[in-house]
């Protein structure tokens, strides 16, 4: 029986109920619903209503924001910036022209205009010859938005076919036609 009770005080700390009633049992307080979350009950002294959302003790809350859906954090592990949680020892790259942006670990990437690029990578932009993307310094080169391996050449597109990248001295390129 003792159990019980445990999985039910639970229950009611940390998991908000969808369609919860007026009241709430002794010991509980009612959160409600709000722009953060459903609402429901939770137990007084382990956690608390944040327009909505049921937070646990030690954490926070992160409302939604232009860079994310928000959530709850554990504090000192994380932070809040406008709706993305980030942890600890990573940085947050906003949208931009390259990218959606997001989050990444510091040291190890950096963020180009909404582009997170790995150390050691550079970013090409969109372009006439495709989408762009990231590529490993020294092994590949952007040609107009085309990542071009080295070895590779780029045929662009005519009138003959779609082009395309292919293996230099290996294939030729005709007005758009690889062959």
Not at 10 to 20: C, D, E, Q, R
Not at 24 to 37: E, F, R
Not at 50 to 64: D, E, F, L, R, T
Not at 75 to 86: E, F, L, P, T
Request: hydrophobic fraction near 25%; include cysteine.
């Amino acid at each position: 029986m003792k159990k019980m009770r445990l999985y039910i005080m639970a229950l009611f700390v940390f998991v908000p109920s969808l369609a919860f009633a007026a009241t709430c049992p002794s010991g509980y307080s009612t959160c409600s619903k709000g722009s953060n979350g459903p609402g429901g009950c939770y137990k007084l002294g382990h956690a608390r209503c944040n327009n909505g959302a049921i937070v646990q003790n030690g954490y926070n809350y992160c409302s939604k924001g232009a860079n994310g859906a928000g959530g709850s954090y554990k504090i000192g592990y994380a932070r809040c910036n406008n709706g993305a949680v980030i942890q600890n020892g990573y940085a947050y790259c906003e949208k931009g022209a390259n990218g959606a942006g997001g989050s990444y670990k510091i040291g190890y990437a950096q963020c180009n205009n909404g582009a997170v690029v790995r150390n050691g990578y550079n970013f090409c932009k969109k372009g006439a010859n495709g989408a762009g993307g990231s590529y490993k310094i020294g092994y590949a080169q952007c040609n107009n938005g085309a990542v071009v391996p080295n070895g590779y050449a780029l045929c662009k597109k005519g009138s003959k076919g779609p082009g395309g990248i292919y293996k230099t001295g290996m294939k030729r390129c005709n007005n758009g036609q690889i062959y």
